[in-house]
């Protein structure tokens, strides 16, 4: 028997194709004298986070947006924080306002992501974005599960009448996709399954699925006995694993991609993969927030 031919589900062409139908919504709010400005805050020097934020800014000036990264220190109080938080929600000049997240352990995450006014939520994480999310009312969605439902759609990989588990129940990921996968519409009418560090026997679960998205952040948890044939695989896990080579470190997912091949129908490589996705949701939303704040788009 000839082994199965697995598709790579690169982000590339489909990020790509999302900045191509951006480019006329910018250029119908330029003419508007609006440039989309998305302030980005980082809070300590997370190695990981420095080069998210960067690649995102990175992103805006491509598009020829704006982006400000402001950078605090690591024992940047609450109140300090907060007061950031205050000032760039009422400063006309940005869209689009997140908190890079995590957040050092003195500052509690959930308490600040609260004063985001939801209009510049573009992270789609406000507790009100989140329950229009859950109320099948969707607009702010975050940026990661919303770049998923992208690459499904480019690739054709079908999620309505599937079993779709997802292992991780955070809120950047886990838990709005299980939301988005539920609803009916034509990018989700799945059944849904949402494991988390809870479940007992995860593998039992994992066997089970059509469509399996992984966000647990654990350097190759699943493995390919864990899977069934002809599965496709989102695999959302960017861990740094250490190494000797110059750098001191290389990606993983949660899944090893390499094992993979030749069993699952289609996975996602990391690098290249969803992360690239991510990027694209934020310019995204940061667009859409531009044109409902400059009534162009209707909002919520
Ligand atoms: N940390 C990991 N992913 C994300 C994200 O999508 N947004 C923010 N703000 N922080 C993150």
Redesign the pocket.
């Known amino acids: 028997m000839t082994a199965r031919e697995t598709t790579l589900l690169r982000g590339k062409p489909v990020a790509d194709g999302v900045y191509a139908k951006l480019e006329p919504r910018i250029a119908a709010l330029a003419d508007r004298g609006v440039v989309p400005g998305l302030a980005a805050i980082l809070v300590g020097e997370n190695p990981a986070?420095q080069v998210?934020v960067r690649s995102k800014s990175k992103a805006f000036a491509r598009l020829g947006l704006m982006a400000e990264t402001f950078a605090l220190p690591s024992d940047t109080s609450a109140s300090d924080l907060g007061a950031l938080i205050d000032r760039l929600n009422g400063d006309d000049r940005f869209h689009g306002l997140?908190?890079?997240?995590?957040l050092p352990a003195h500052l509690a995450a959930d308490r600040l992501l609260d004063r985001v006014t939801p209009d510049k939520d573009v992270?789609g994480?406000h507790p009100y974005n989140l329950g229009l999310l859950m109320a099948g009312r969707p607009a702010l969605i975050?940026?990661?599960p919303q770049g998923i439902l992208e690459l499904l759609q480019h690739y054709k990989i079908k999620t309505a009448g599937r079993h779709a588990v997802v292992a991780g129940r955070s809120m950047?990921v886990g838990k709005p996709l299980a939301a988005l996968l539920s609803l009916k519409r034509p990018t989700g009418n799945a059944t849904v399954t949402l494991c988390h560090t809870g479940t007992e026997n995860l593998s039992a679960f994992t066997r089970q699925a059509d469509l399996l998205i992984v966000a647990t952040g654990v350097p190759g948890l699943i493995s390919p006995d864990m899977v069934k044939p002809g599965v496709d695989i989102i695999d959302v896990g960017m861990n740094r694993v250490e190494d000797d080579s110059e750098k001191g470190y290389h990606l993983e997912g949660d899944v090893i991609t390499g094992d993979m091949l030749g069993r699952a129908n289609s996975i996602t490589p990391v690098p290249g993969g969803v992360g690239l996705m991510?990027v694209a949701m934020?310019v995204s939303n940061t667009v859409l927030a531009a044109e409902i704040s400059a009534g162009v788009a209707a909002g919520r």
Request: proline share 13%; glycine share 0%.
């Open positions: 986070s998210y997140l908190v890079q997240l995590p992270d994480f975050p940026c990661t950047i991510t934020l």
